[in-house]
């Protein structure tokens, strides 16, 4: 039979663990956004070999299960900080890598290639005609970036960071297969110390539920804000 005060315990506990997923996942959002600004600034350039790179890694990125990128940095991501640093002359055990590093490069980078098609599309909303404005007035390339273009670019581009932040806390959920504990992992623990499941889970979809409803009232506000202003 179904308890309420289980339940209500089990909400508790995995509380505790919100503010490391949410920093987690902000974290994630943050290395993904920057690594992919710069992924569509080279599609968008085209840079000579280094867009075909690029082209290659963004489909390879798209096309690879987060699970099997995940095992895949889990074991060789700390041979290559082995290797790396070895060359510089810096002892490192690839057994003391914290599996919290892994699941940040690895979703940074999962992430980097459909952040850089929100970040492409986002620019290519702003008109040219606003653009050759900006040039004739006699602005640079960086301060036409930060007067017209990113201003208009992040209201386009905010639902959709919503939705990347969003997806990134949902698979967190996966970090548990490496020992990281995040909101689902720590239902499953819950669980299993009080072999209620049910309980354990439905705490978890509440308060994924009330994450998300938080974050899309805070998100429309901000872009209500951002559309008054321009």
């Known amino acids: 039979m179904f308890k309420f005060d289980v339940l209500a315990e089990d909400f508790i506990g995995i509380l505790m663990v919100v503010p490391k997923t949410l920093l987690l996942a902000i974290l994630i959002l943050f290395l993904s956004t920057l690594l992919g600004g710069v992924i569509a600034l080279i599609q968008q350039y085209r840079i000579p070999v280094v867009a075909q790179i690029v082209k290659v890694f963004t489909s390879f990125l798209r096309g690879t299960p987060a699970v ?27 057994h003391d890598l914290n599996p919290v590093v892994v699941v940040i490069v690895t979703f940074s980078l999962t992430m980097s290639a459909f952040q850089s098609e929100i970040i492409r599309g986002a620019f290519m909303s702003v008109s040219e005609g606003q653009i050759e404005a900006a040039h004739s007035l006699g602005y640079n390339f960086l301060q036409t970036l930060s007067r017209v273009i990113m201003p208009q670019a992040l209201m386009e581009a905010l639902p959709d960071f919503l939705n990347s932040y969003m997806v990134i806390i949902k698979a967190l959920s996966l970090a548990f297969l490496i020992t990281v504990v995040d909101i689902f992992a720590q239902a499953k623990i819950m669980g299993a110390m009080s072999f209620r499941y049910l309980e354990a889970f439905v705490a978890a979809a509440l308060i994924y539920w009330l994450i998300s409803a938080i974050l899309t009232a805070l998100i429309n506000r901000y872009e209500l804000r951002l559309r008054k202003a321009y």
């Open 68 to 94: 099997v990128l995940l095992y895949l940095m889990y074991y060789a991501l700390p041979q290559i900080a082995h290797l790396l640093l070895k060359i510089v002359g810096i002892e490192f055990n690839p």
